[in-house]
């Protein structure tokens, strides 16, 4: 496996997106399976998972957690703060990345995941109540007291990792970015390449659509996220093919697959990138990990752009935290 570098933070090319085996994708799997993937992942020569407080809530922690025991030492570890959870019914309030708030989530989180430190800590989503500044000075004292590595951003606009960084520097922002979410193109990445941050796209396959296995006129079960997405409604995904279409095109001629395609492209982007893709399955594991195999050339890269330029995306993105039904 590849290295590559989220600021100092050195990582395998490609993470785990730990998300889906707990939650936001219908009925969640065994959880024994589930360990046994991370520990697969580490075997196969990943070592970066990502996590959150939210997703369960807690329970993708725990289960992370119990996973890592054994191999902490060989794997870096990202989870995320920024959510008013209430601890005895798991039910969500909103946002909170008040100081003494991020303080107990943090100390919570540790115990979950049953570390000393958390490799790369993320503030979850902006909080408009607290100043980012704020955020990143208490992560700032949590580096100093053991507690965290290193400070990450998730779903931020190029002048909030502006202003954290000028707090303590900034490793990772986490955005969704994809051949179908490109807005972080516009301020983020340059933002990210001028002050030395890492970039870590979340659903860079685009929930599984630009895999090629979603089928136009699939309907989704109950609990699974993509059922109130609006690009997953059947008229958006019916108008979005033509992006499938394409990237099974480039798989063909590269003797790859479209998620590995779709892999490729973001790390032929900027070296400081590194998606994390998620999956409940093996072979879909070591189809993504394949990815870092693939090489575009800057022909092959041309194309896709130009290509991709002449299909207009229908449908606004998802949060990835609406409320599931």
Known sequence: MQKRKLGDLEVSAIGLGCMGMSVNYGTPPDKGEMINLVRTAVELGITFFDTAEIYGPFANEELVGEAIAPIREKVVIATKFGFDVDPRTRERRGLNSRPEHIRQAVNDSLKRLKVDTIDLLYQHRVDPEVPVEDVAGTVKELIEEGKARYLGLSEVSGQTIRRAHAVHPVTAVQNE?????????????????ELGVGFVPWSPLGQGFLTGKVRIDQTFEKGDIRRIFPRFSLEAMAANQPLVELLG??????????????????????????????????GRLQENIGAVAVELTPADLREIDNQVSKIPVQGPRGSGHEQLV
């Not at 492209?265 to 399955?281: D, E, M, N, S």
Request: with cysteine.
């Open 249 to 282: 095109q480039i798989a063909e001629q590269h003797q790859a697959t479209s998620a590995q395609i779709a892999l490729a492209w973001l790390l032929a982007q900027k070296p400081f990138i590194v998606p994390i893709p998620g999956t409940r399955k093996l």
């Open 177 to 193: 970015y994809s051949l179908w979410a490109r807005e972080s193109e516009d301020d983020v990445l340059p933002a990210c390449e």
